[in-house]
């Protein structure tokens, strides 16, 4: 078992920045890819960002277009989610998640996840 706590979400103006945080306890961490999904009120969950276990690979999705990046630190067993220019459309409940597969954003392919941090953004 691998328990994911993220941290770092709250209300910000647009065009600010918040930097998300999941921290993770129990399995070794390094041996999963971690991935970050948001679901939005009446919106299906979607994928934002991955990173593989060693942190060479990471991918996001288009409509992040250069604002967020994803990063790790295995030897504090944190991933982190850094997110520049938030506009309205990015306010959600954002999750992390822990997977053997490195480069999915198909979310069953994620074994474990956090119970998620609120992202408000105020036009």
């Known amino acids: 078992q691998v328990q994911l706590v993220e941290s770092g979400g709250g209300l910000v103006p647009a065009g600010g920045s918040l930097r998300l945080s999941c921290a993770a306890s129990?399995?070794?961490?390094?041996?999963?890819?971690v991935a970050w999904f948001r679901r939005a009120p009446g919106k299906q969950r979607e994928f934002v960002a991955g990173i593989s276990s060693d942190s060479g690979n990471t991918f996001y999705a288009t409509f992040v277009k250069g604002r967020f990046t994803i990063s790790r630190d295995n030897a504090k067993n944190t991933a982190y989610l850094q997110m520049n220019d938030l506009q309205p459309e990015d306010a959600a409940l954002y999750y992390c998640?822990?997977?053997?597969?490195?480069?999915?954003?198909?979310?069953?392919?994620?074994?474990?996840w956090g119970q998620g941090t609120q992202v408000t953004v105020s036009s």
């Open positions: 129990g399995r070794t961490f390094t041996n999963y890819a």
């Open positions: 998640a822990a997977g053997r597969s490195s480069g999915s954003t198909w979310y069953k392919e994620y074994d474990y």
